[in-house]
């Protein structure tokens, strides 16, 4: 990348250094739109943002108005909030699954393209949702909603992450747009930012008593919770609760829990369970590896 190009990706404004640094953020998301890109619309492309930039909640909307848009549910995208797509990318997919001449495309309403671009948009969501934690599908679509139901519901006083991609086909050039909630970007980057910093002083510390570290930490207690849902309440809902009060829980999906431990830190995310019974006991089975953000902390002891 050219030194002129880089520097054009960089001028957010108000972008701090965490975030730019972030490559377990950025390196899995230009693959996922590489990927997108070359499945939808047979582009090859490495997907380098074409910008970057910090904005508030009105402009964020603002701009994915001038666009076919879709936005996601927080309750299970709390950090991608919306993708949005060009002229262009639209009539290039429109294209490509009608397999019609783009001439023949001028009778092909507005509200259909639309509609033929709502699964491949879901598949984008899926390709990037999948490196994201917290993440995870409503049924068999991703949870599309309003902006009024996305993370910080595209409030002017929240701040959200807006990336843009660019690819080039026969002299037609498409463009992306992907919105992520700023808070839950920043959260995780700050995590990374301390493992890193961790992993330095683990590193450095080897030699004058690293293993006896080592073995001390290895051998720490630490607690570990099965989390089947969370609700947000008003302190007066939770001022009124009576013995014997039911709360339901609408959404919970008992093959879906998350397994996560309590570390000096913060809360960490081990893995994902399903919840079953064992022997007359309620009991957890994983089904995935421990999740790389807890791995990466254990890494080098």
């Known amino acids: 990348m050219s030194s002129v190009l880089r520097k054009k990706i960089e001028a957010g404004v108000g972008m701090p250094p965490a975030i730019l640094q972030f490559d377990d953020f950025w390196g899995p998301l230009q ?25 508030a909640g009105n402009i964020a909307r603002s701009h994915l108005e001038t666009l076919s848009y ?17 002229e262009v990318g639209v009539a290039l997919n429109a294209h490509h699954r009608l397999q019609q001449p783009s001439d023949n495309l001028e009778g092909v309403s507005e509200l259909f393209r639309k509609l033929l671009l709502e699964t491949p ?56 747009c992907i919105v992520f909630h700023f808070d839950y970007v920043q959260l995780n980057a700050d995590e990374f930012q301390q493992t890193r910093a961790r992993l330095r002083q683990a590193s450095a510390g080897k030699g004058q008593g690293g293993d006896a570290l080592r073995k001390s930490v ?23 609760f009576e013995v014997g009060q039911l709360i339901a829980l609408p959404d919970v999906d008992t093959t879906h829990v998350s397994l ?22 309620r009991a957890l089975k994983l089904k995935t590896p421990i999740l790389e953000p807890f791995t990466r902390e254990l890494a080098k002891l």
């Open 31 to 55: 693959a996922s739109v590489a990927s997108w890109f070359s499945g939808t619309y047979a582009i090859e492309t490495k997907a380098i943002p074409e910008s970057r930039r910090l904005v």
């Open 70 to 86: 879709f936005v996601f549910k927080s309750r299970f995208s709390p950090g991608l909030c919306a993708i949005g797509v060009d």
């Open 121 to 176: 948009v879901v598949e984008l969501w899926s390709l990037v949702s999948s490196g994201l934690a917290d993440h995870r599908l409503n049924g068999p679509q991703a949870p599309l909603t309003d902006f009024s139901a996305a993370a910080g519901g595209f409030a002017p006083a929240q701040r959200y992450l807006v990336v843009e991609f660019a690819a080039s086909k026969d002299g037609q050039v498409a463009k992306i």
């Open 218 to 240: 290895k051998s720490s207690m630490i607690e570990l919770e099965g989390v089947l849902e969370r609700l947000t309440l008003s302190i007066g809902e939770c001022s009124r």
């Open 260 to 281: 996560q431990a309590e570390t000096v830190n913060g809360r960490v995310e081990v893995g994902h369970c399903e919840m079953g019974i064992w022997k007359r006991q």
